[in-house]
């Protein structure tokens, strides 16, 4: 035994794995906020994926566009099919839209749940062994971003922001298993909306689970899913999705609905973060209190 203590070397190496060890652990642990070294960490990798990926991106791009060309004659040509049906729309939308401003302006109502703000991001890197769960991004608070803002592609939702450092993010995909990932959601049906939460992610099926639906509410394949705006991060009207199937939940109290996902999860080169325009509770609690 007095050897063992007078081995100095020994000792310093147990110490060594035993830090190395708990500062592991620490590190895995369940935080929503960084410490100061882990954002300089991030940000450093983040800078330098961020500067290997723009060439790649670039010359992946250029043989993708090449490879587009060869319809591109096709799709113009259904493009100039559905010029007709555009321009009306348009029509309709334009005057739906100075009504609206109309009413809002009739009522002094200056905000709304479909105000936002977009910032463009660069996915900078995906871990093989979280493939669906995470994906980092090279904007952090630097440029305005903040934990839960939705991330979205041209197609629709895909995540929230996790954690954010200086920098760099971490979004959560839709796909991640953890049962903290959920967003309060609505089906877009004909006459009403239906209101619910995406909760969890079939494998099999590849769709979201629209779960706690009324069990009178009537919801019909196809149609459209998108955000509710009701959870006080989220601005309304982000799509989903459309709907798959509907089943009752085990205990027959709600239904369940399978959702056919807007935006691929896998290809994933550019996100949008999405800023809610809307004031959130907590902004408008603490200007409460700020004005007592």
């Given at each position: 035994m007095p050897q063992f203590f007078s081995n100095k070397r020994l000792i310093v190496l147990l110490v060594s794995i035993i830090l190395l060890v708990a500062l592991i652990g620490y590190s895995m642990s369940d935080r929503r906020s960084l410490t100061w070294p882990e954002q300089f960490m991030k940000d450093s990798v983040g800078w330098v994926q961020s500067t290997f990926n723009k060439p790649a991106?670039?010359?992946?791009?250029?043989?993708?566009?090449?490879?587009?060309m060869r319809n591109l004659y096709?799709?113009?040509?259904?493009?100039k099919a559905h010029l007709d049906d555009y321009a009306q729309i348009a029509v309709e939308v334009n005057v739906l839209r100075r009504?609206?401003?109309?009413?809002?302006?009739?009522?002094?109502?200056e905000e709304s749940?479909?105000?936002?703000?977009l910032k463009p991001a660069l996915v900078i890197h995906r871990?093989?062994?979280?493939?669906?769960?995470?994906?980092?991004?090279?904007k952090g608070e630097q440029h305005g971003v903040e934990v839960d803002m939705a991330v979205i592609t041209s197609k629709g939702l895909v995540g929230k922001v996790n954690n954010v450092s200086q920098f760099t993010s971490t979004v959560q995909l839709l796909t991640d298993h953890d049962r903290t990932n959920r967003i309060s959601a609505m089906v877009d049906a004909e006459d009403t909306e239906v209101y619910g939460f995406i909760e969890g992610y079939d494998e099999q099926t590849g769709a979201l689970m629209l779960r706690k639906i009324e069990a009178d509410a009537k919801i019909e394949v196809g149609q459209t899913v998108i955000t509710s705006g009701l959870g006080g991060i989220f601005p309304k009207g982000l799509l989903i999705g459309e709907v798959m199937s509907v089943e009752a939940d085990e205990y027959g109290l709600t239904k369940n609905a399978y959702i056919e996902p807007s935006a691929s999860f896998h290809n994933l080169d550019y996100v949008l973060i999405v800023?809610?325009?809307?004031?959130?509770?907590?902004?408008?609690m603490l200007n409460d209190g700020e004005g007592d």
């Open positions: 991106h670039y010359v992946a791009g250029l043989f993708e566009n090449l490879d587009e096709e799709e113009n040509r259904i493009l009504q609206n401003d109309q009413l809002k302006e009739a009522l002094d109502i749940l479909f105000d936002h703000e871990s093989p062994d979280r493939w669906n769960e995470f994906i980092g991004v090279n800023k809610r325009g809307a004031p959130t509770i907590e902004a408008i």
